[in-house]
């Protein structure tokens, strides 16, 4: 019996010292497989009297039974500590934050352009949009720049297939030749109505977008932002470019103080021209004199190309650079920094 005892003791500390679910197996074989030590013992009963058999076996049946729940708690214990360890390793942290996309925002040209629209739309502008890729007429020759006038050679561009060998299309060098399309289209809206005698309404658009010439330093880039400004109608003057122009420099700028300043200039497409500069009054700007616009009274040849009795309407033209525009608002002093693509530079706007 003592035997037994020791047995059933030696099963237990072997199951308990089993790690895994095949150490538990082995050491199982141990007592209870084919030649295992109960199993053997068992063997040992056949050469003993009845009345022995008796007593032996209900023992060995009592050890047997005690090493099988020994062996079952330690499957058990095993199989939780498994579960565990598995429920530990698949562990979701439901804490953690959930995966974000990053939130983009708008270019600050786009957000000049947007701030420039809404202006100009509280004044009753539409907004014109025109092709990158020009013909030459549009982009020169309807805004009063012959082939041969000298004006050509300051808007150095990229020239594309397309158009004749004499006069072959191109990148556009100003967003200028949107005023012709946008008049071209307007005229031909209202033709009938013309026709019939009445009066065309007032032509009053803005055209931002891309333009490009050959040239590239801090404040010039081969592809930059213009916003072309045109206001045609039977009594437009100088006098309302100034308080146009006036006007749209101070809410973009939320300066009442801002002065402007109209410098007679040279365009082929105005007579008379000017380019308009302004002065900041306070803050680190203060005193200097900053140039952000061409503009003009619009030349009787092109308000002719436009479809129009230049005796009859009259109106006025600029041209500003947004980019230019941006930087002033935003203290930008490179205007590469725009085209650089740099998050750390455009998170600053959004
Ligand atoms: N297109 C001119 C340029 O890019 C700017 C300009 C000047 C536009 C006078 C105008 C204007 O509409 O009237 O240099």
Redesign the pocket.
């Known amino acids: 019996m003592t035997e037994l005892n020791a047995i059933v003791d030696t099963a237990k500390a072997a199951f308990s010292e089993a790690a895994t679910p095949a150490d538990l197996e082995n050491a199982k074989a141990q007592f209870l497989g084919k030649s295992g030590r109960i199993t053997e013992l068992m063997k040992g009963m056949a050469a003993l009297s009845v009345e022995e058999k008796k007593s032996l076996g209900a023992a060995i049946n009592l050890a047997k039974q005690a090493i099988e729940a020994a062996l079952s708690d330690r499957r058990q214990a095993l199989a939780e500590i498994e579960l565990l360890a598995q429920l530990q390793a698949e562990a979701l942290d439901v804490s953690l934050p959930g995966r974000q996309r990053g939130q983009g925002g708008l270019h600050p040209v786009t957000l000049t352009t947007e701030r420039i629209e809404a202006i100009f739309g509280s004044m009753g502008f539409d907004v014109a949009q025109g092709p990158e890729i020009e013909a030459d007429w549009f982009n020169f020759t309807a805004l009063n720049t012959p082939e041969d006038h000298p004006a050509r050679s300051m ?1 150095d561009t990229f020239y594309v297939e397309g158009g004749s060998d004499a006069a072959p299309n191109l990148l556009r ?4 030749p949107v ?1 012709i399309r946008h008049a071209l289209q307007h005229v031909k809206q209202h033709k009938a109505a013309m026709d019939a005698g009445l009066p065309m309404p007032e032509i009053r658009v803005i055209c931002p977008g891309r ?1 490009y010439r050959v040239d590239s330093d801090a404040t010039h880039s081969p592809m930059f932002h ?1 916003c ?3 206001w045609i109608g039977e009594n437009v003057s100088f006098k309302d470019l100034k308080f146009v122009f006036t006007d749209l420099c101070r809410t973009f700028f939320e300066r009442d103080d801002l002065v402007l300043r109209f410098r007679p200039s040279f ?1 082929p ?2 007579e008379p ?1 000017a380019e308009i500069d302004i002065q900041f009054q306070n803050g680190p700007l203060a005193g200097r004199w900053l140039e952000v ?4 009274q ?1 030349h009787p040849n092109v308000v002719r190309n436009m479809g129009l009795d230049p005796e009859k309407y009259i109106g ?4 500003m650079g947004l980019d230019r525009f941006t930087m002033l608002r935003y203290g930008v002093n490179d205007l590469r920094l725009f085209f650089d693509g740099d998050v750390r530079f455009l998170s600053q706007f959004q």
């Open positions: 808007h060098t100003h967003t200028s005023q333009t213009q072309e400004g045109l365009f497409f105005t021209s616009a061409g503009s003009g619009v006025f033209a600029f041209g």
